[in-house]
């Protein structure tokens, strides 16, 4: 695929941020998050169990699973049958990817009730 399918904005950026600023980009999508947690549910998953699972247009979920496997986190295997059927699994990288959202969820769960009320006395302007 020549075209890239979303617009990066790195080019302003020092050469050593953009790696990490690229996969913030990337997982700040608004389905990127979700998908991959579909398949990591169900392992191995049909294009029409995830469109099933998650309130996401055709369309949309296409362009995410393609950039994720563009990105070597997700792999699709296509079965040729009548109609034809597709199916998407984590890869290795995805794997650990995973393993650092884990992470991720698990300090939000466990700062949310202190997040909570610095946002409570931000709103109502105490300290």
């Known amino acids: 695929m020549s075209k890239p399918i979303f617009k990066r904005h790195t080019d302003h950026m020092p050469d050593d941020c953009r790696p990490g600023f ?7 999508d608004k ?10 549910r ?12 998650l309130p996401i247009s ?13 990105d070597g986190l997700v792999q699709r295997e296509v079965f040729a049958s009548v109609p034809p059927r597709v ?20 300090w939000g769960f466990a700062n949310h009730d202190a ?6 006395q931000f709103d109502d302007g105490s300290d």
């Not at 690229?22 to 700040?28: A, E, K, P, Q, R």
């Not at 055709?58 to 563009?70: D, K, P, S, V, Y």
């Not at 997040?115 to 409570?120: L, N, Y």
């Open 22 to 28: 690229d996969m913030l980009y990337v997982l700040g």
């Open 31 to 40: 389905w990127t998050v979700p998908v991959l947690g579909a398949l990591t």
């Open 42 to 53: 169900d392992g191995r998953v049909r294009f029409s169990d995830i469109e099933k699972a």
């Open 58 to 70: 055709q369309r949309m979920l296409t362009l995410t699973l393609r950039t994720l496997e563009r």
């Open 87 to 106: 199916e998407y699994e984590l890869t290795e990288r995805g794997r650990t990817l995973m393993d650092s959202l884990r992470d991720f969820a698990a």
């Open 115 to 120: 997040i909570q009320e610095s946002r409570r």
